[in-house]
């Protein structure tokens, strides 16, 4: 009876087929309209029936409220439910908990919550759907307490319960939660779950604790693809991103296979490092694995081809995507803006504003304004920024008024720029005042440097970088008396600097070189080879800059010291090792000084090669002595 009724599934909607089925189903009789529901009946404002239903069974009921779940018909399941109500059916405990999964995919949180509450007997799915309800809905404290009662009324969770209930200690403060759970995992033998497991080493990766996650994953006795996108992702996601690689790598010649998902994760890791070649790679791999190219890893091989220094290779992929998101946008419009072409900036987000088929978000104003700013277009970026004050479609934030500072930094405008600190709507924070004193640094501002140092220094007294470049900024003008008085307040408070350090791929391998360390296998050649390139830029006028030795020490040990900077040593390295006309591309973990800049420019000129550099500030793209970032940054 029931596959006759199906015949007329496709042929109506789902209000009229439950009425047909029922009628076809189900003893009828005519009789005067029906008493209104009980009032606590979900959203019982609905059309009463006006036919006298007699019971269906269990089969009946679970078939037509399947075809609600599976439709997300909401209304059909009332009608469904008005009718076990009607008829005094004692439904059975699954058809309730169908009841539940049907509200919840519908929306109706409170509804599902009100149908949880009046069922006599609770199973297993019943609570793991309201966990999940709640949990997707982000009422992380709710599915707690939940699943905190399901173990209190006797009811043992299951594998499906404990992943879905770990989702839900995402916090710091919750993680105490989470590692109770984990242990009552263990008890109940569900440890070796692969859903479980995977669950598990997400919530230790997202807290943070990325080395329990691996001994998670390493303890699983099965791992999927979705185990192992969560370490890679975990890896990935806090920046330990040769770690992610390496992992990657090693479950590939296990034989893993991946999925877009995967893919997307490893490409953020090499967007870390910069790793063009292993990129490329990647990429070439999923054309060959013929998978679907989903907007996510389209996303992020635009990331990766622009932080690897190949903006034409990211634009080709943006040009050829059938849809793009503000993401998407969003990455193009960053590849362009660190690479200081305001220009391409300006044009992309014209465009993207005559297409008018995405929005732009607070994250696309705040890379058009970077860009711009970059890009020595300031008059631009400030009428961008008035456009957008003055309209509601986005939101200003404190990173937004930070990029105006910028903007009239770099013009010099550096009296405007305090007084629209002090006019700001919202409290400046650090890096407004450390991006005030480094264009007073740039310009040699020592007034305005005076003011913004000492706000940085009340704000982040810990931050080692503030130190430095309000030494910089003395050791400029050749103040090192100021200079003696910033490094010793620097000991007092007991801040170390972090070591500059600085690598690069060649090959399969990652080469790494920090300042003033001998560790790599060819440090003799390397110290060898800058003094070489030293000597040979001097003649061409290059001149060091002393001024970036912060130490009191004459002028050998300071020329000395210069050339046992990291980013040295790695060019140095790519010299020795890439052959032309490949460019060279070194990246950094602090921002460059002003004497590796100009040395890597000179060398760029000299020996007529192609230098990529990144910093942490912005990519420094350098040919024939010439870069990108005009000099600032």
């Given amino acids: 009876m029931l596959r006759r009724s199906t015949q007329f599934f496709h042929h109506c909607n789902l209000q009229t087929f439950i009425s047909i089925a029922i009628n076809r189903n189900f003893s009828i009789h005519q009789s005067t309209?029906?008493?209104?529901?009980?009032?606590?009946?979900?959203?019982?404002?609905?059309?009463?029936?006006?036919?006298?239903?007699?019971?269906?069974?269990?089969?009946?009921?679970?078939?037509?409220?399947?075809?609600?779940?599976?439709?997300?018909?909401?209304?059909?399941?009332?009608?469904?439910?008005?009718h076990m109500i009607k008829t005094r059916?004692?439904?059975?405990?699954?058809?309730?908990?169908?009841?539940?999964?049907?509200?919840?995919?519908?929306?109706?949180?409170?509804?599902?919550?009100?149908?949880f509450d009046e069922m006599p007997h609770r199973n297993v799915v019943s609570w793991t759907a309201m966990i999940s309800g709640y949990t997707k809905s982000g009422f992380y404290y709710e599915a707690l307490r939940h699943f905190v009662e399901m173990?209190?009324?006797?009811?043992?969770?299951?594998?499906?319960?404990?992943?879905?209930v770990l989702t839900s200690c995402t916090s710091a403060s919750q993680l105490e939660c989470g590692r109770q759970i984990h242990s009552l995992i263990v008890k109940s033998s569900f440890i070796s779950h692969v859903y479980v497991g995977s669950s598990l080493l997400d919530l230790y990766a997202k807290s943070g604790r990325i080395h329990e996650a691996r001994l998670v994953f390493e303890g699983l006795p099965a791992r999927d693809v979705v185990s192992c996108t969560a370490i890679v992702s975990g890896y990935a996601q806090l920046g330990f991103d040769k770690e992610a690689l390496d992992l990657f790598c090693g479950l590939q010649?296990?034989?893993?296979?991946?999925?877009?998902?995967?893919y997307a994760c490893v490409l953020t890791a090499l967007s870390g490092l910069a790793a063009f070649e292993y990129g490329r790679q990647v990429h070439g791999h999923v054309l060959r694995s013929h998978l679907s190219f989903y907007i996510v890893l389209e996303n992020s091989l635009i990331d990766m081809y622009a932080k690897c220094g190949h903006l034409v290779y990211a634009r080709r992929i943006f040009d050829e995507m059938r849809e793009r998101s503000v993401i998407s946008w969003n990455a193009m419009l960053g590849g362009y803006g660190k690479h200081g072409d305001g220009e391409a900036v300006v044009e992309l987000y014209n465009k993207m504003r005559e297409e008018?088929?995405?929005?732009?978000?607070?994250?696309?104003?705040?890379?058009?304004?970077?860009?711009?700013?970059?890009?020595?277009?300031?008059?631009?970026?400030?009428?961008?920024?008035?456009?957008?004050?003055?309209?509601?479609?986005?939101?200003?934030?404190?990173?937004?008024?930070?990029?105006?500072?910028?903007?009239?930094?770099?013009?010099?405008?550096?009296?405007?720029?305090?007084?629209?600190?002090?006019?700001?709507?919202l409290e400046p924070n650090a890096a407004i005042w450390g991006s005030l004193l480094g264009a007073c640094r740039a310009h040699q501002n020592f007034r305005v440097g005076k003011v913004a140092a000492d706000h940085l220094l009340e704000i982040e007294p810990e931050n080692a970088g503030n130190y430095v470049m309000l030494c910089?900024?003395?050791?400029?003008?050749?103040?090192?008396?100021?200079?003696?008085?910033?490094?010793?307040?620097?000991?007092?408070?007991?801040?170390?600097?972090?070591?500059?350090?600085?690598?690069?791929?060649?090959?399969?391998?990652?080469?790494?070189?920090?300042a003033g360390d001998r560790s790599h296998p060819g440090n003799e050649e390397v110290l060898c080879k800058v003094g070489e390139m030293s000597d040979r830029i001097k003649a061409a006028?290059?001149?060091?800059?002393?001024?970036?030795?912060?130490?009191?020490?004459?002028?050998?040990?300071?020329?000395?010291?210069?050339?046992?900077?990291?980013?040295?040593?790695?060019?140095?390295?790519?010299?020795?090792?890439?052959?032309?006309?490949?460019?060279?591309?070194?990246?950094?973990?602090?921002?460059?000084?002003?004497?590796?800049?100009?040395?890597?420019?000179?060398?760029?000129?000299?020996?007529?090669?192609?230098?990529?550099?990144?910093?942490?500030?912005?990519?420094?793209?350098?040919?024939?002595?010439?870069?990108?970032?005009?000099?600032?940054w």
């Fill in 356 to 425: 008018n088929k995405v929005n732009a978000d607070s994250t696309t104003l705040l890379i058009v304004l970077s860009g711009c700013s970059h890009g020595g277009m300031e008059q631009i970026g400030l009428e961008f920024f008035d456009e957008a004050a003055s309209t509601s479609g986005v939101d200003l934030g404190i990173e937004h008024y930070g990029c105006v500072v910028d903007l009239l930094g770099r013009a010099g405008q550096l009296e405007r720029a305090l007084q629209f600190v002090k006019e700001m709507p």
């Fill in 151 to 164: 173990l209190r009324s006797g009811t043992n969770p299951n594998e499906f319960t404990f992943a879905t």
């Fill in 472 to 514: 910089n900024l003395y050791a400029s003008d050749g103040r090192w008396h100021e200079v003696r008085k910033v490094r010793q307040l620097m000991k007092e408070k007991a801040v170390v600097k972090e070591p500059g350090k600085s690598w690069m791929a060649l090959g399969q391998t990652l080469h790494t070189f920090y």
């Fill in 253 to 262: 010649r296990e034989g893993m296979a991946f999925n877009h998902v995967t």
């Fill in 541 to 632: 006028g290059y001149a060091p800059d002393l001024s970036c030795v912060l130490h009191d020490v004459d002028d050998e040990q300071k020329e000395s010291a210069l050339l046992g900077h990291s980013e040295k040593l790695a060019l140095a390295f790519g010299m020795m090792n890439v052959c032309e006309p490949k460019p060279i591309r070194v990246m950094k973990n602090l921002r460059i000084c002003v004497d590796c800049h100009s040395f890597a420019k000179f060398v760029s000129l000299v020996y007529s090669r192609e230098l990529f550099i990144r910093d942490t500030s912005r990519f420094h793209h350098i040919v024939n002595g010439m870069c990108s970032c005009r000099d600032y």
């Fill in 89 to 115: 059916y004692l439904r059975h405990v699954y058809l309730g908990g169908r009841l539940i999964v049907l509200y919840l995919k519908c929306g109706c949180l409170d509804d599902a919550r009100m149908m």
């Fill in 33 to 82: 309209k029906l008493d209104s529901f009980p009032p606590n009946f979900p959203n019982s404002n609905i059309a009463a029936p006006t036919f006298k239903l007699i019971h269906a069974s269990s089969q009946e009921y679970d078939f037509m409220l399947n075809e609600c779940v599976n439709r997300k018909h909401v209304r059909g399941g009332q009608t469904v439910q008005a």
